[in-house]
């Protein structure tokens, strides 16, 4: 499932990058300034946010591998340690070596907006993975992830349903000021 989801969200960075110019074949993929690209010319930049779980170890290699598999010519990956700040870095590099694409896992939702900013500018489509951002919509090509608040919703549903007369229930909130944190405490 694990594999599928990577598989899937890498399909995604490609046909939006597709649907940006126009072009149709599912193995194109242009470039800025309209030149068309294959997975084999693509350059991807994923600024993870950290390896603080072996969920996210998982999702590095996945990444990692599926990219391989692809045949995507370069993946400029980094690993920020749950710090914003590097991310941003590293987000920054990336639009200097004109990457065609960014997919962003962000740290927490808030203080993105000026990088999207320049990345928009440059032309570089930006992608939120996974957990969300509060920035302009605008400012970013789409957000592959869940409705954290819904999926909040959902488990008080169940423990209201396992737990009819109440009970003390511990909150494992994940990193503070993410955009999975936030929803599901919302």
Not at 46 to 71: F, M, V
Not at 96 to 103: D, E, K, L, R
């Amino acid at each position: 499932m694990f594999r599928f989801k990577t598989i899937a969200f890498l399909f995604v960075v490609a046909s939006i990058v597709l649907t940006a110019c126009g072009t149709p074949a599912a193995t194109q993929a242009p470039a800025v300034g309209g030149t068309t690209l294959t997975y084999k010319d693509m350059v991807l930049c994923y600024p993870q946010l950290g390896a603080e779980s072996d969920w996210r170890t998982a999702n590095t290699a996945s990444i990692k591998e599926t990219a391989d598999k692809l045949g995507i010519k370069q993946l400029v990956f980094s690993d920020a340690q749950q710090k914003q700040e590097n991310q941003i870095s590293a987000m920054r590099s990336c639009i200097q070596q004109g990457v065609n694409v960014i997919a962003l896992p962000p740290v927490v939702e808030d203080g993105w907006d000026a990088v999207l900013t320049e990345a928009k500018n440059a032309n570089i489509p930006v992608i939120i993975v996974d957990r969300s951002v509060s920035a302009d919509p605008s400012l970013y090509a789409a957000h592959i992830g869940s409705n954290m608040e819904l999926e909040g919703e959902r488990a008080a549903a169940e423990f209201n349903k396992q737990l009819p007369n109440g009970g003390a229930i511990l909150e494992l909130s994940g990193t503070t000021g993410s955009g999975a944190a936030v929803g599901r405490a919302k």
